[in-house]
């Protein structure tokens, strides 16, 4: 009698269940917890740089016409976690800013209670030093470590 069939067919079997076992990445549009978008655009281009940071400390830069989402750090969930404690401090939904200018610069917010949306760059809109230097902080956490 031939054993080698019946254990070939369990071996296919076996490697094409471990297949389908395969991870969901998670994507910005579908994560349900608190994340922020940021990005800058306009000028002479037009063009659009958007990022978003999700409380798991992964940053994804998302391409603005397709919303693809392409995972290009994680900062770790305690980085994540200042900053998100850092934005919810701030009250950014009490900031009234709503003037784009030529170049701009775009924060939105996310939580499961709240989300405030806010874009700035008109030359007279006078812009906190506390939102420049939280804005700064999160295009830093864009840039790829090179280690």
Known sequence: MNFSYPLLSILVCILLSLGSCKTSQITPEKYEKNKVYFGNGGGFTGGLREFCMLDNGDVYQINPST?????????????????????????????????????????????????????????????????????????????????
Request: glycine residues 4%; proline residues 1%.
């Open 67 to 147: 919303r693809e989402a392409i995972l290009t750090s994680s900062k770790g969930k305690a980085v994540a976690k200042r900053v998100f404690k850092q934005m919810e401090s701030m009250k950014l939904k009490e900031y009234q800013y709503d003037k784009p200018g030529n170049m701009y610069c775009w924060v939105k917010y996310h939580t499961k209670t709240d989300s405030a949306y806010l874009i700035w760059g008109d030359e007279t809109m006078e812009v906190s030093a506390e939102i420049e230097s939280m804005y700064t902080e999160l295009v830093e956490m864009t840039r790829i470590d090179n280690k």
